[in-house]
C-alpha cells in the first residue's frame, strides 16, 4: 500500500499558528501516513527574464507564492501536536542555508519529534532567492548540495565530528543532539536532469519529484535502478516520492481537464496511477486548492478515504 500524505497549510490565506495545529492533528487522525512542507522565500515583482517561475523567461509566479510560512518552523508546529504521522520537507532549498546550522535544525526536529524526519532537499532555481540568502552563488547550487550531503553525514553521526569542505571545517568538535534515527534524505532530480539523477543514485534514499506524469515516474525509476547499479549500490534501497500539484478542486466538466485541477475522486485516480507507476510515497499539495482549514480537512478526509477504498 502507497504511503498517503498532504502538505501543511503554508500559504497567507492560513493562519501560520492554529490552522497548521488543526491540519496536523486533523490528518494524524484520518490516517495520512505523512505532512510535508516546502521553501518559498519571497517572490520578485519583476518577473522577466531568469526571474520568472523556475528562471523561465517571463512565467509569472502564482500569487499564491506570496507570503508563504516558513518551512521548518511550520513542520517544528506539526510536530509538537502529532505523535505518529512523519513529516517531510519537499523540499529545502540547500544552498539557501548555512549546512552545519540546517544539519542542526534538522537534527533536532528528528529528534523532538522522536524520529519521525524526512529530509526532501533540491538545489533551488531562484537568482533572487540566491541573492537574498544564500551563502553562495546561484552557479555553486550542486556543489553546495554535495557539501551539505558531507557535513550532515558528519553531524549527524558520532562525535567527535570532523569535516572539511570549500568553506567549512571542523577538526574535532561535538556537535549535538543526535537525530532520533537516520535521517532518510530524498533528492530533488528532474526525469531528464542525469547528473542529479546520478546524485539520487549514489547519496540519496530516495527520490523526490514533482510535476511529472506516469510514464516519467517509470521510465526515471527505470533509469535509477541502472545508475544505483552503476554506483554499487542496491536499487531497491532507493525509494520514489512523488509530489502531484493540487491547485484546485473543480467540478466534474466535459471539458478538457486542466492541469493540477480536478475532483477529489480524480486525484484519488492520479494516486492510484503514481502507485501503479512505481512511487511508494505519494502526498498532495491540497492547501492550495482551499479556502480555509476546515475545507482543507473535509477535502483531505473525503481523499483518504477515497484512496484507501480503491485499495491503493
Known sequence: MVKLGVSLPQFSHFDPGADVVAAARAMEEIGYDSLWVFERVLVP??????????SVPGLPWPDIYRGVADALVTLATAAAVTERIELGTGVLVVPLHLPTRLARELATLDAASG???????????????FAATAPVPLTERGRALDDFLDIAAAVWGPNPVSFSTRHYEVAAADIGPKPARPIPVLLGAGPGSEKALRRVARRADGWV???VTPEQVTATRARLRELAEEAGRDPGAIGCTVQIAAMALTEPSAQPRQPFTGTVAQFAEDVAAMAEAGADHVYLTLPAAVRDVKELIDRAAELH???RAAGV
Open 45 to 54: 515583482e519583476d518577473q522577466s527574464g531568469p526571474h520568472g517561475l523556475y
Open 115 to 129: 524520529g519521525r524526519l524526512i529530509a526532501g532537499l533540491g538545489t533551488g532555481w531562484s537568482p533572487d532567492e
Open 209 to 211: 519529484a514533482s510535476g
Open 305 to 307: 478515504e477515497q484512496v
